[in-house]
Every structure is written in structure tokens, then in C-alpha cells.
């Protein structure tokens, strides 16, 4: 079995991998990812930035979701997952 680690991206150099993950896995073409600014404010107001990598620390995976409130509840929004 392939020991993975799960966890928030760090800063901008991953904010930028991820970009690349989201190209790598539904084409260069893909009109929906996450740009790297969005991430940095979404991680920064609770939102969920993450990634999954391998033992060699390749990204393998990634989350991406929107913490908010609504009607004044707590709510999340997953917004996107993209495995490779």
C-alpha cells in the first residue's frame, strides 16, 4: 500500500503546484480551477487548501473548498477534488 500524507498546502510555491495538478488532470484547457490568489484567501478565512502526496512528496491529490455563512449557519461548499 502507498503510504500517502494528507495536509493544508504551504504558501504560494504549492498554491502554484496545485494549479498545475488541476492542468495535469482535466487538460490545460479546464475553465474551472482554482487560481493560486483564491486559494491564499479562501485557506486564509477557513476554507479548505489541500493536498495529497506521495512518500517521493508529489502531489497526488487535491481539495478544494469554501467555508461561509448562511441564513446564519455555518456552511461548507466542496468545491472541487481532482485525483490522479
Do not use: C, N
Amino acid at each position: 500500500m502507498t503510504e500517502l500524507v494528507i495536509r493544508h498546502l504551504r504558501g504560494m510555491p504549492e498554491f502554484e503546484l496545485a494549479v498545475a495538478f488541476q492542468e495535469e488532470v482535466w487538460g490545460a484547457g479546464f475553465s474551472e480551477r482554482v487560481p493560486r490568489s483564491l486559494m491564499k484567501v479562501t485557506q486564509r478565512l477557513g476554507g479548505v487548501v489541500a493536498g495529497a502526496f506521495d512518500a517521493g512528496g508529489g502531489m497526488v491529490g487535491f481539495v478544494y473548498g469554501i467555508t461561509g455563512v448562511e441564513a446564519g449557519r455555518l456552511v461548507h461548499w466542496s468545491d472541487i477534488l481532482a485525483v490522479s
